[in-house]
């Protein structure tokens, strides 16, 4: 009876997934059924262990004992964890495989201000070191290893880092570790976080790390302006990603795809690839819209980005990485992107240093070349293309299709500047003078661009399903 249950479960959560999946190959929609993918047949509320959400009481070991307890029922077709109104404030916890982390509407996961309750883990092996500080790191206040169907969502519940003091921490030199992200999840599989807000990361908000088939839906990210380093969704060495329908304004990127960093991501081996981002609206006056780097040294690839609304802003889509990176960054399609108010539309930088240690092979040269900008649109601009390569290392293969950048007239600086950059233009205004964009995209060239050479997205897009779900 109990085979026969797991069974059932298997297979509806695999229908869950294969809608999800099935989708991700075939449009630039990454839908799943919520009814299906958060049924669990067991559940419990937080304050069945003793939980208080008065926001004073320290619950870590409510939650702590509440997922232990769970756990029991992973191979009974998996849980769901309740938390009901209120403020929860907590420590870092372990998430379990087959869960659903429920935050029901005015509930609010608060995260502890007492560094004490964040643990010291050691450093990701691609990276090294903590990424601010050589050593060790904080553990994020919802974590997860080795794990399986992992649910995140509500109905619009928060989780607040309460960052504010991380933040003065960091500015005031007064850390001894890397700061802790809100949710990091690392070498699983099967995870979906959707709506929700996050508040206040005392770091980078979302990120999975070594991890394969990531949904991250119908998400507010907010933290302040000025806030330093708080990310919005930072996928790591994942494949099979879909981040979408979320609305972010926080202190640094919106969304930063990694893959590690320099001789350590090198090393470890662990691209980032088939990942789409659709939808997504924010701000960031210190940093980008999108980047991908600078931290990309096991490679990005298959990136598909389409629908993006910046305003009041720093850069809109800016590739980053350096001598010592190693790695590669190819095959990118950027499409229907909308800027309000943005500083510089579009940059590559190709010496944005930032080492781990003294170890790194300066000769470990990136590769950067197809990259796709197609219907792109901007008013209020103050530089449209800032495209700086690596000398003896030229990006190649960078297309401009159908891009329309309006600079603003104050503005003294030449709406376009480009080294150590190569490729193809057609339909841009301003005009991209430089002469290494000298000839346009058709009819010779269309084959040298990412995304245009197939007759639609749908069929160059390449993104698999998981080996695990049924095939269609």
Known sequence: MKRSLLLSYVLLLVQAFYGAWCSVGGSLHCEYSNSLIIHRPHSVSITEFGAVGDGVTLNTKAFQNALFYLNSFSDKGGAKLFVPAGQWLTGSFDLISHLTLWLDKGATILGSTSSENWPVV????????????????????????????????????????????????????????TRPHLVELMNSTGLIISNLTFLNSPFWNIHPVYCRDVVVKNLTILAPLDSPNTDGV?????????????YIVTGDDLVSIKSGWDEYGISYARPSSKIKINRLTGQTTSSSGIAIGSEMS??????????????????????????????????????????????????????????????????????????????????????????EGIEGDEFKNICFLNVTLTVKK???????????????????????????????????????????????????????????????
């Open 122 to 177: 050691d450093p990701l092996p691609s990276y090294g070191r903590g990424r601010e500080l050589p050593g060790k790191r904080h553990r994020s206040l919802i974590y997860g290893q080795n794990l399986t169907d992992v649910v995140i969502t509500g109905e619009n519940g928060t989780i607040d880092g309460q960052g504010s003091i991380w933040w003065d921490w960091f500015r005031n030199g007064e850390l001894n570790y």
């Open 298 to 387: 096991g490679g990005v690839s298959e990136v598909y980005i389409k629908d993006l609304h910046l305003f009041n802003s720093n850069t809109g889509i800016r590739i980053k990485t350096s001598p010592g990176r190693g790695g590669y960054v190819r095959n990118v399609h950027v499409s229907n992107v909308k800027l309000d108010n943005v500083q510089k539309a579009i940059r590559f930088t190709g010496k944005y240093g930032e080492h781990p240690d003294g170890n790194f092979d300066p000769k470990a040269l990136p590769s950067i070349e197809k990259i796709t900008f197609e219907n792109v649109h901007g008013e209020d601009i103050g530089v449209a293309g800032l495209l």
């Open 234 to 246: 930072d996928p790591d060495s994942s494949t099979n990603v879909c981040i979408e329908d979320c």
């Open 410 to 472: 104050k503005s003294k600086k030449a709406p376009w500047k480009c080294s150590n950059v190569r490729g193809y233009s057609q339909w841009v205004s301003p005009e991209i003078t430089c002469d290494s964009f000298g000839e346009s995209i058709f009819p010779e060239h269309s084959s040298d661009c990412f995304g245009l050479s197939e007759n639609n997205l749908e069929t160059s897009s390449g993104l698999s399903r998981s080996p695990w779900l049924l095939s269609c």
